[in-house]
């Protein structure tokens, strides 16, 4: 691999923690949800490959097991998340607790770990801490002890230059949203659309722009970033940001799913293995891969409509029902009366899949989902096309752009129905449309694979990176 012996002053790991022949060190600290995780993980993968020692922070809750990297070190950080808002579901009161917490200057939580950890005499000096920008405590306690910072975002870049826009588009009107404007296109910022902002008419308002404005104040005091893209994919939009940000480096060696072989090691929830001998038995293309990723939900009356649109679609599909997937249930949700015997032999529901495993899979033809930005990357990294199902956050924007920008898509609106639902697959799977998304989806894999080879723009921006970080 480029650059692997960088940070080496010789020899390899030996799969253990003798991380003295390593000569810096990276600290990593993603924010405690699935989607961030594993961008998080896989970049410090990607840099432990080329040489450097790796420091996982994380918060209590949805914490890692530390046995599944015994090459990295885990050093806790008290979240102060009470359980009560960790069960609500509540992304932005979540992180409103958190964030607090760790800068409660009481107990200055996190800069008291940091200065732990970096006095830690066994470990290689610390080059910096990359963190992701909703951590906002970070930038301040690494400033106290003297440690550079570097940002992972792990949306688009299109999500961070909407961010960059926040105050504009409410100066504008854009924002909040008028149920009259929505198919309003935002000139600034093609091909969104005021629907496809990033928006959430659940969350206070005052929050998630005090949220967003002190993100990008994250992202501007840093000494670089990192964006989970690529530079094929969102040319436009990475120029923009290269150019309206005034920070020493701007980086996008997406997709990091492809840079990392392990990418079972950080899933919250354990993977079912046995779909991959089911979808080894199903016709090539054939079948449909169905979730919605860890946070979107549904109402039972939804549930339903999905089940018998999947049944009478006559497609195989492989649908992944994790639990708190339908609203209200905190387990499983019962399948309805006669479903199960009615897609006996062409349908499978499991708790959770290993995607990556099931969307490179020659028999999945097309993937239902929620336009989460990891689903959305390692769909495309397949070349597999898709239906959109978007609920909040960055999903709108995505569906926008699988839809509107690379035309590898659609998005399903309006009531889930049943009837629409078959009608939506039978386009995907089996009309002319559909075909044609798939052979463009074909040909955006190929620039995947153009910017993961040795020379591509991914590996040169990883290159570039374990430079500069060994430069701080
Ligand atoms: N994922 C998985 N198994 C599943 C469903 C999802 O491993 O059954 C992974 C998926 O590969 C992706 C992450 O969970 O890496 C979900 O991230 P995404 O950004 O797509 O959505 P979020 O969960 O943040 O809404």
Redesign the pocket.
Known sequence: MAGVHEARTGGDDAGGRTTSRRRRRILVFPLP???HI?PMRQLADALHARGLAVTVLHTRFNAPDPGRRPEFRFVPVPDGVPAGVAASGDVIGLLDAMNAAMEAEESAALRGVLESVLADEEQPPAACIVFDANLLAVPRAAAAVGLKTLVLRTASAACLGCFMAYPMLHQKGYLPPQESKMYMPVEELPPLRVRDLFYSSRSDQEKLRNLLARAMEAVNSSSGLVINTFDALEPAELERIRSELRIPTVLAPGPL?KLSSKNTAS?LLD?DHGCIKWLDKQPPRSVLYV?F????SMDPDEFLEVAWGLAASGHPFLW?V?PGSVRGSEDIQGFPEGFEAAVEGTGKVIR?????EVLAHPVVGGFWM?S?????M?SISEGVPMICRPQFADQMMNTRYVEKMWSVGFELEGELERGRIEEAIRKLMEEREGAEMRERAMELKKKVAHCLKSGGSSQIAMDKLVKYILSL
């Open positions: 949800f699935q989607g594993n799913h899933s993977e979730s990723g860890s946070l979107a992944v994790r959770w899949a290993p995607q990556q929620h989460g930005w990891n689903s959305t390692e």
